[in-house]
T-cell receptor, first 112, second 111 residues
Framework: KAGVTQTPRYLIKTRGQQVTLSCSPISGHRSVSWYQQTPGQGLQFLFEYFSETQRNKGNFPGRFSGRQFSNSRSEMNVSTLELGDSALYLC???????????FGPGTRLTVL | QKEVEQNSGPLSVPEGAIASLNCTYSDRGSQSFFWYRQYSGKSPELIMSIYSNGDKEDGRFTAQLNKASQYVSLLIRDSQPSDSATYLCAVNANYGQNFVFGPGTRLSVLP
């Protein structure tokens, strides 16, 4: 069974731009969670989607948003990029909310 | 605020020794506990999960859970240099809630 896939793997943007990241979960998994990982802050929870509905949300500004499609694929968007948004963005999928999570390879975002 | 704490390390052990990684959590209602391994520049990969008090063994790895003391640990027997990585502890309070990750412990296994 194929694992979690994320695209793109690397991204370079400039301040003020916006970016959209994509995540395809493991087949049959209906829950997708997004995390931001930086050296100083560790793994920070952004949000979790299940059946196209946001079920949980972390403590991030409204510039960070996401959505989930009927096929469980998910996207997250960051608008008005700031230098501090440079990070590894990880997507994890699970069968249901709260089940064991499996991570994708991540998208490395650099904001210049 | 639900918190998960780990010693940041680095924890250095010689090859062949037992590495012991510890994690404490604040939410007494936590039900599910997970250990992930993350190599530098890579994403976390699941090592094992544990849900009941006691020990759970999988190959060279043993997870130990003590809900009364609110801690979970991971033992790595016969540590190998390839075990050198950051180990993340994750806790889920209840079905339907999001995971909370600890900051990770960096393990270095010296040849």
């Amino acid at each position: 069974k194929a694992g979690v896939t994320q695209t793109p793997r690397y991204l370079i943007k400039t301040r003020g731009q916006q970016v959209t990241l994509s995540c395809s979960p493991i087949s049959g998994h209906r829950s997708v969670s997004w995390y931001q990982q930086t050296p100083g802050q560790g793994l920070q929870f952004l949000f979790e989607y299940f059946s196209e509905t946001q079920r949980n949300k972390g403590n991030f500004p409204g510039r960070f948003s996401g959505r989930q499609f009927s096929n469980s694929r998910s996207e997250m968007n960051v608008s008005t990029l700031e230098l501090g948004d440079s990070a590894l963005y990880l997507c994890a999928s699970s069968l249901e909310v709260g089940d064991t999570q499996y991570f994708g390879p991540g998208t490395r975002l650099t904001v210049l | 605020q639900k918190e998960v704490e780990q010693n940041s390390g680095p924890l250095s052990v010689p090859e062949g020794a037992i590495a012991s990684l510890n994690c404490t959590y604040s939410d007494r209602g936590s039900q599910s506990f997970f250990w992930y391994r993350q190599y530098s520049g890579k994403s976390p990969e699941l090592i094992m999960s544990i849900y009941s008090n006691g020990d759970k063994e999988d190959g060279r790895f043993t997870a130990q859970l003590n809900k009364a003391s609110q801690y979970v640990s991971l033992l790595i027997r016969d540590s190998q240099p390839s075990d050198s990585a950051t180990y993340l502890c994750a806790v889920n309070a209840n079905y339907g809630q999001n995971f909370v990750f600890g900051p990770g412990t960096r393990l270095s296994v010296l040849p």
